[in-house]
């Protein structure tokens, strides 16, 4: 199916390891952005981008790293885990930043814990 | 401080009557608003939205409400199905553009019981 694709579904790391969470569409959509949900409270921005080559920071970026290299891809990098990154984290695209146009589409999410 | 509030973390309803989640805003710039439905496992998936310059917007058995003076809004479910059980979460985004994101709420479980 279409749609938003996030790899892997579930990942344990130790402190201070590295990984990407990887996340591609193919609805050819230009607006690509992360999100993670801790328990009890909403998704947080961390993340976006508005087009292959730019990125920007949400309300939550410290910690991670984006590049948009093509429209399809928008990896999310964790540097140096760290506990406080223990959540579920989901990409979502739109193919306009009209909300009211284009809502967002989400991927089924990846849970990561970091002990 | 949190600029959308779902100040009921979860709802029990039975088959068939009519289901009513509440959200509260706080941003007076926010100009659109909408509801996303979360099965557990599975990414948020969009239901239905309402722009400030509207007062009620349907969609089958979805409607939603918005009170801009009192900053409220509301998704009424009728007639509430099994298939309804799920996490609501009410997003808004100001200033029409969203690159910067929808700002959500914490969200409130809906329980449908048979």
């Known amino acids: 199916n279409a749609g938003v694709t996030q790899t892997p579904k579930f990942q344990v790391l130790k402190t201070g390891q590295s990984m990407t969470l990887q996340c591609a569409q193919d609805?050819?959509?230009?607006?690509m952005s992360w999100y993670r949900q801790d328990p009890g409270m909403g998704l947080r921005l961390i993340h976006y981008?508005?087009?292959?080559?730019?990125?920007d920071q949400g309300e939550v970026p410290n910690g991670y790293n984006v590049s948009r290299s093509t429209t399809e891809d928008f990896p999310l990098r964790l540097l140096s885990a760290a506990p406080s990154q223990t959540s579920v984290y989901f990409c979502?695209?739109?193919?306009?930043?009209?909300?009211?146009?284009?809502?967002?589409?989400f991927g089924n999410g990846t849970r990561l814990t970091v002990t | 401080d949190q600029q959308v509030k779902q100040n009921s973390p979860s709802l029990s309803v039975q088959e068939g009557r009519i289901s009513i989640l509440n959200c509260d805003y706080t941003n007076s710039m926010f100009d659109y608003f909408l509801w996303y439905k979360k099965y557990p496992a599975e990414g948020p998936t969009f239901l239905i939205s309402i722009s400030s310059i509207k007062d009620k917007n349907e969609d089958g058995r979805f409607t939603v409400f918005l009170n801009k003076s009192a900053k409220h809004l509301s998704l009424h479910i009728v007639p509430s199905q099994p298939g309804d059980s799920a996490v609501y979460f009410c997003?808004?985004?100001?200033?029409?553009?969203?690159?910067?994101?929808?700002?959500f709420g914490k969200g409130t479980h809906l329980i449908i019981q048979p």
């Open positions: 609805m050819n959509h230009e607006y």
């Open positions: 979502a695209s739109s193919y306009s930043l009209d909300r009211a146009l284009s809502p967002l589409h």
């Open positions: 981008s508005v087009g292959a080559g730019i990125t």
């Open positions: 997003a808004a985004s100001a200033g029409g553009g969203g690159a910067d994101g929808l700002t």
